[in-house]
């Protein structure tokens, strides 16, 4: 291999055991080593190397797979449906380049929610003839951890439903920054934000401990066994809020008019924005803007294809469904060029 091939190929190597230590770091200890900005740095770095240098993405490497939150203090659940993790944008018109190819490939009218990025555990509930039976950590998008009785420590999550649906539900467990602020002055090793102290809470092993942590959990998908006749994800959501669950009500939704949208918003019932496509940049800025007023955490925003069944069309990747895809706030590339970093052989 000529030398400057091989140097690359060490790079890449050393980028990918650096990142599965940031990501133990994050996932399983809650303590990371570095800022989010900084692993997306390396995360891009190796990505773009792969992309350039096909032969050097492996099977196991980070960017081929979700980040792993999986311990050994849990029980083990395989997932009944994909968990897996977002493809990710670091602009408005990056954003905006994503709806218009997605509507070029399909050649129908779509439309598009808009949600807020919470920064917290994702959690997937399930429910067995409307009654929770399992709540399972994201793992590694396959298996995940059992911590239904900490879960069930939450109070707005139902653990019956109205109805003996069979269903699992994703959604994303969180801690306001009021609440973080107050508990984290009592705590041995402080934690560095919501999100981490948030997830190190959900894996105490007593819930006795996890009750005294006012958690909280929006909802965002719905995965009925026996489908019931919902066509879009509005629609998931409508019935997801009329059975009891928290629904985010700062959703935005898009269709090719501004009264399609506000009609289709009515019709399920719920709060949010209705405009039309060319309503999304300024949707994107004022949501953008409006972040540090919110009383939790985003660390972005998430476009996401609203028809099911073409949803089933993109279909998936290993590491993100190819029908949504999140907008980061923060980009790697923002501030510095990728540091390229030191390699020891
Ligand atoms: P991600 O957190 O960037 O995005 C995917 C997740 O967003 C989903 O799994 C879901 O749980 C969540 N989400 C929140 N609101 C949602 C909504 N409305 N709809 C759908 N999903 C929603 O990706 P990731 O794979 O979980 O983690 C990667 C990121 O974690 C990195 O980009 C980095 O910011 C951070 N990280 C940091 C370190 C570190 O050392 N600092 C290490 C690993 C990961």
């Known amino acids: 291999m000529e030398e400057n091939k091989q140097t690359l190929l060490?790079?890449?190597?050393?980028?990918?055991?650096?990142?599965?230590?940031?990501q133990k770091a994050y996932y399983v200890d809650n303590h990371p080593l570095v800022s989010d900005l900084e692993y997306d740095r390396f995360f891009d770095r190796l990505s773009n190397l792969e992309k350039e240098y096909p032969e050097f993405r492996f099977p196991d490497s980070?960017?081929?797979r979700v980040g792993s939150d999986l311990s050994s203090d849990f029980p083990e659940v395989v997932h009944s449906i994909p968990v897996l993790s977002l493809d990710k944008a670091y602009s408005n018109e990056a954003v905006l380049s994503w709806v218009a190819k997605s509507q070029q490939k399909m050649r129908q009218g779509l439309s598009y929610v808009i949600e807020e990025k919470i920064d917290g555990i994702s959690m997937v509930l399930y429910y067995e003839k409307g009654l929770l039976v399992k709540a399972v950590t994201r793992g590694n998008g396959t298996?995940?951890?059992?911590?239904?009785?900490?879960v069930k420590t939450i109070a707005s999550i139902p653990l019956r439903l109205p109805h003996p649906d069979t269903l699992a539900v994703r959604g994303e467990v969180y801690l306001q920054k009021a609440d973080f602020l107050?508990?984290?002055?009592?705590?041995?090793?402080?934690?560095?934000?919501?999100?981490?102290?948030?997830?190190?809470?959900i894996r105490r092993i007593k819930s006795s401990e996890v009750a005294k942590v006012p958690l909280q959990m929006f909802v965002y998908e719905g995965f009925w066994e026996e489908g019931l006749p919902l066509d879009d994800h509005v629609m998931i959501l409508s019935k997801l809020k009329e059975y009891g669950f928290r629904i985010n009500?700062?959703?935005?939704?898009?269709c090719k008019t501004k009264e399609e949208a506000q009609k289709r918003l009515k019709e399920a019932s719920l709060e949010g924005f209705g405009g039309s496509f060319s309503d999304i940049p300024s949707y994107i800025q004022a949501r953008t803007d409006g972040r540090n007023a919110l009383l939790y955490e985003i660390d972005g925003l998430v476009a996401k294809v609203?028809?099911?069944?073409?949803?089933?069309?993109?279909?998936y990747t290993s590491h993100h469904p190819r029908w949504a895809i999140a907008y980061k706030f923060e980009s790697p590339q923002a501030t510095t060029v990728v540091q390229k970093i030191d390699i020891q052989v």
């Open 143 to 150: 298996v995940g951890n059992d911590v239904t009785a900490n």
């Open 10 to 22: 060490e790079e890449v190597l050393q980028l990918s055991s650096r990142l599965r230590e940031y």
């Open 249 to 254: 009500p700062t959703i935005g939704l898009f």
């Open 306 to 315: 609203n028809e099911l069944a073409i949803r089933e069309q993109f279909g």
């Open 182 to 201: 107050k508990l984290n002055k009592s705590m041995e090793i402080p934690y560095a934000n919501p999100r981490n102290l948030a997830a190190g809470t």
């Open 62 to 64: 980070p960017t081929q």
